[in-house]
């Protein structure tokens, strides 16, 4: 197995083995939707790709307005987000009224790519973790609430 030392799609189509892949075919694993990145850039290299959604994303029914306000009452002052999927369903879960408040706690996202999402829907407070790993996303909250 090879890995890259950036753990993100960027990283994997940077590795020397996937830049020559014109007639190989490329089976990727994932879950439902997702990034197309990795699936185009290597079709554009000339590799025949095909999905195979291994796992499929399910959201419980929660109201956001009844868990905006326990997370209030809770004192709730740092978000840690690992996937721009993520980010969009907290979006979609938070009532436009409470906005404002949401958008004014601490981000932590394991990318540079979810990091722009969050500044464009409007959240002030942004940290990039290197990475999505529990270890990544805990020290980048650790140094956050240090500084």
Known sequence: AICPDDPRSE???ALPALQQV???RVLILRGNGGRDLIASTL????ALVHYCAAYERHY???DGNTLTHHWQAAGLDSLLITSGELLQRLLELVPDHQRPWL?????VVPSPRVAEM????GFIHIT??????NQALTAALELRKME
Do not use: V
């Open 128 to 133: 990039i973790a290197q990475g999505a790993s």
């Open 11 to 13: 990283g994997l189509l």
């Open 22 to 24: 014109a007639g190989k």
């Open 103 to 107: 958008f004014d706690r601490l981000l």
């Open 43 to 46: 079709a554009s290299r000339g």
């Open 118 to 121: 969050a500044s464009a829907a």
């Open 60 to 62: 419980p029914e929660l």
